[in-house]
Nanobody, 111 residues
């Protein structure tokens, strides 16, 4: 089983990024999927979750209204659209489903 994130990078405050997480070796469409992030010196935190079918989502308060989680089960992929980025969004972002984790992708928000 492998989860591979992509789409991170350096962006100015107020900018946007879209992260992708492609799963292989697992029937991804059966399970909830999540995005976590971990900032330097802080614990890893759950920021967004999407149901197996994609019709139910949830967000932590700090990203609600700015981030959108979605999935395309035909592509075994989960997305995180991040708009209105702030410096405090700087972190390594991880994709997760069940016990499986990606390697993370760095997002840096700075002018």
């Amino acid at each position: 089983v492998q989860l591979v994130e992509s789409g991170g990078g350096l962006v100015q405050p107020g900018g946007s990024l879209r992260l992708s997480c492609v799963a292989s070796g697992v029937t991804f469409s059966r399970y909830y999927a999540n995005w976590f992030r971990q900032a330097p010196g802080k614990e890893r935190e759950l920021i967004a979750t999407v149901s197996a079918t994609g019709d139910s989502t949830g967000y932590t308060a700090s990203v609600k209204g700015r981030f959108t989680i979605s999935r395309d089960n035909t592509k075994n992929t989960v997305y995180l659209q991040m708009d209105g980025l702030k410096p405090e969004d700087t972190a390594v972002y991880f994709c997760n489903s069940r016990d499986y984790w990606g390697q993370g992708t760095q997002v840096t928000v700075s002018s």
